[in-house]
């Protein structure tokens, strides 16, 4: 639970700077050398920033904190079973 967030901090930055020192090398004909992965490099920081914070690392802490007996959101209301009456 703890190195999930230093994991996606440090993979976002390292594609981070990679996609910055590659972004607009063009050879001689004007091609874009780093296209397809800049493209990817582009994909990993978009999930590494965005979708790893709000998406995946609350549903993992939810599920390691019930590991931990902490529980976190509603909690799980039995239901209501009517007493029988005798006869």
């Not at 639970?1 to 990679?18: D, H, K, N, Q």
């Not at 939810?62 to 909690?75: P, T």
């Amino acid at each position: 639970m703890l190195t999930f967030p230093i994991g996606c901090a440090a993979e976002c930055y390292s594609a981070y700077l990679v996609l910055y020192n590659n972004w607009g090398v063009y050879d001689d004909s004007g091609y874009n050398v780093h296209l397809k992965a800049n493209l990817c490099l582009l994909l990993v920081v978009f999930v590494n920033g965005v979708l790893g914070p709000t998406m995946a690392y609350p549903a993992l802490l939810k599920k390691g904190l019930q590991v931990f007996g902490i529980s976190i959101g509603k909690k799980k209301k039995e239901k209501y079973r009517p007493v029988k009456k005798r006869q």
